[in-house]
């Protein structure tokens, strides 16, 4: 989970912040043109520490724990289980292969 708090929240923060910064009924073509306050992840991530304080960074940091933890829990469980779904597979086949002795 460390990954979810030192990288991932902060760059969400930076995403959501670059992405709200603009009406989502505006023209994407007019982007360009309009004065962006927030213009790329770092930039955006200095501005933030300058004018809220690093906190600011780790708004969000609970649900993204959570995302996270659940993503490593799939991620792992299906991991386990395609593994030993492989192996079982590859026994049977040597087992086939050379009469059931194996």
Not at 17 to 42: E, F, G
Not at 51 to 76: H, S, W
Request: with cysteine; charged share 20%.
């Amino acid at each position: 989970l460390t990954e979810a708090i030192m990288i991932v929240t902060p760059a969400e923060v930076c995403k959501i912040r670059m992405q709200s910064q603009y009406h989502s009924l505006i023209d994407p073509s007019q982007k360009p043109q309009m004065n962006a306050k927030y213009k790329n992840v770092a930039q955006t991530a200095m501005l933030i520490v300058k004018e809220e304080g690093i906190g600011a960074l780790y708004k969000g940091v609970v649900p993204t724990m959570l995302r996270q933890g659940c993503n490593q829990a799939v991620n792992f469980t299906a991991y386990n289980w395609s593994k030993k779904r492989v192996l079982a597979w590859k026994k049977q086949q040597m087992e086939e292969k050379h009469g059931g002795a194996g």
